[in-house]
């Protein structure tokens, strides 16, 4: 997916609502933000960018449009999801402030002026409309689950940009910062997350707003869109921290590792009863095969079918050569120091560490990164 954003110096405020089977909303949505723009500014446009609804949308749209409403619609066909539909929409706005809004209401078009007047008057170059400030609100109850869900979401994104509400989808930002934004990338509903990241705002603002109900029609928002967003994340934080959240997953991985170690010593020697020296072995083999498969896929994303076997013999030997490293950081410490051999499982504990950091820094550059597997 490629962008292009050009300058628009023209002042004024382009607000784009992303939709798909909102026809119910569309009309209310329309008038209610041109009566509230109009306090603001005369310069303004509404555009909806639609993904083939085909529910009437398209006509409703027209029949503003031809009664001097500023309201035009975009439909894509081509393409879907939220997110890419809001850059497309920013691709085609004319004005220097854009503004990004559902369009079922549960974002108040009373407050879009509040918003948009902060980078119109260059108090800020970013604003989110967001619930977790003080004198924001939620309608409605929520349960346990989807509060904790929406908390875990949120915190993940914490240390990629210090919002308090980064899975808002109400924000505006100044348009001259996109065309030198870092190429955008996303997936799923969090734009504001993507462009905050990636746009680099120098100066941010959260402002509270009521997050009402859905007016008509229903939500989008599905479990597939939550696997999305932890996607989505991943990309981010090996945007910001690549060597680091590879060496984190890379871990993770490992994790995962030893309990296929275990499970196969478990069914081999514990219950089937086979020899223990050779059940060690092809333990270890299971574990570092399926550790290679996930940190393929997961770690470092190597497209499929690329060189696998070759890559594979690289990682079991890069295993083998973070065991050696392993065995000599614990054999020396335990054998050099009198603390580490009265500590004998610290030694350990460093060893292991060795051995993960090497087996790491080989298997991104001598195997999965490596120019001879290109
Ligand atoms: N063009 C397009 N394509 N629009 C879409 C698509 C799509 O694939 N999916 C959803 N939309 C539009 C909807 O029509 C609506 O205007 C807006 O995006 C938000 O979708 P909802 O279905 O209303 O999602 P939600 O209410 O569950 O999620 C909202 O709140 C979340 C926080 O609780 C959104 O604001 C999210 O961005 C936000 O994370
Ligand atoms: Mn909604």
Redesign the pocket.
């Known amino acids: 997916m490629e962008f292009h954003f050009s300058d628009n110096d023209l002042n004024g405020v382009s607000i784009i609502v992303p939709t798909y089977q909102e026809a119910g909303n569309i009309e209310q949505l329309v008038t209610r933000l041109t009566k509230a723009m109009k306090a603001l500014t005369p310069n303004f446009e509404i555009i909806i960018v639609d993904d083939n609804s085909a529910d009437g949308s398209e006509e409703i749209v027209i029949t503003l449009a031809k009664q001097d409403l500023p309201v035009s619609i975009l439909i894509r066909t081509n393409e879907r999801g939220l997110s890419s539909a809001v850059l497309r929409g920013f691709e085609k706005a004319k004005y220097n402030t854009l503004v990004c809004m559902?369009?079922?209401l549960?974002h108040a078009p009373e407050d879009v002026p509040r918003l948009a007047a902060l980078i119109m008057q260059d108090e800020a170059d970013f604003v989110l409309g967001s619930r977790y400030v003080k004198g924001g609100k939620i309608a409605g109850k929520w349960g346990l689950f989807r509060y904790l869900n929406s908390w875990v979401a949120t915190a993940l994104a914490y240390p990629l940009v210090r919002l308090r509400d980064p899975m808002s989808?109400f924000f505006a930002i100044r348009q001259s910062l996109l065309p030198k934004a870092e190429p955008f990338n996303p997936i799923g509903y969090k734009i504001a997350l993507e462009v905050a990241v990636k746009a680099k705002p120098e100066r941010m603002q959260e402002i509270p707003i009521h997050f009402g109900l859905?007016e008509a029609g229903e939500?989008?928002?599905s479990l597939k869109e939550q696997l999305f967003y932890l996607q989505h994340l991943k990309r981010l934080y090996q945007h910001r921290w690549k060597t680091l959240s590879q060496f984190f997953l890379f871990c993770l991985v490992g994790t995962t590792g030893l309990v296929v170690d275990m499970g196969t010593m478990f069914v081999g020697y514990g219950l089937i009863g086979l020899s223990f020296r050779y059940m060690r072995f092809l333990a270890f083999l299971l574990a570092a095969t399926s550790n290679y498969q996930l940190n393929r896929m997961i770690t470092f994303e190597v497209k499929k079918g690329q060189h696998w076997l070759k890559q594979w013999v690289g990682f079991l030997a890069a295993s083998a050569i973070g065991f050696v490293g392993n065995w000599l950081v614990s054999v020396t410490l335990y054998d050099k120091t009198i603390f580490f051999h009265d500590h004998y499982l610290l030694a350990v504990i460093a060893g292991v560490m060795a051995g993960v950091v090497l087996n790491f820094f080989l298997s991104k550059f001598a195997v999965f990164e490596s120019r001879f597997f290109k």
Request: proline fraction near 0%; hydrophobic fraction near 20%; avoid cysteine.
């Open positions: 559902d369009a079922d549960s989808g859905r939500s989008k928002l």
